[in-house]
């Protein structure tokens, strides 16, 4: 089983950038698809970026395409979320994920993933 840690939330305002890191211990992941999740009071949580097994495809929901960025880091076993240009819109707790099934395609399906983070809180002030 693997274990996976959400690290670099916080408050940001505005126009402002986070980074968030995502380690994993127990099982390497780094030949499986990642993705990044986030869910905001009342609502459902979903898949803002995800990367593909080979990382070489990635898909961003609409509402962060431009200002977000999913990558990996194979030697750390760590994926990264970098977040830009952040909008009130994008305060939720994130979670990272990681599936243990080699799709030959990017899944924004939760249950597409199967080992979860604790989740970080991230605060976009106005």
């Known amino acids: 089983q693997v274990q996976l840690v959400e690290s670099g939330g916080g408050l940001v305002q505005t126009g402002g950038s986070l980074r968030l890191s995502c380690a994993a211990s127990?099982?390497?992941?780094?030949?499986?698809?990642m993705a990044w999740f986030r869910q905001a009071p009342g609502q459902e949580r979903a898949c803002v970026a995800a990367m593909d097994w080979t990382g070489r495809k990635t898909y961003y929901a609409d509402s962060v395409k431009g200002r977000f960025t999913i990558s990996r880091d194979n030697a750390q076993d760590t994926v990264y979320l970098q977040m830009n240009s952040m909008k009130p819109e994008d305060t939720a707790v994130y979670y990272c994920?990681?599936?243990?099934?080699?799709?030959?395609?990017?899944?924004?399906?939760?249950?597409?993933?199967?080992?979860w983070g604790q989740g970080t809180q991230v605060t976009v002030s106005s």
């Open positions: 994920a990681a599936s243990t099934l080699r799709y030959s395609d990017t899944v924004v399906e939760k249950s597409a993933y199967h080992d």
């Open positions: 127990g099982r390497t992941f780094r030949t499986y698809p």
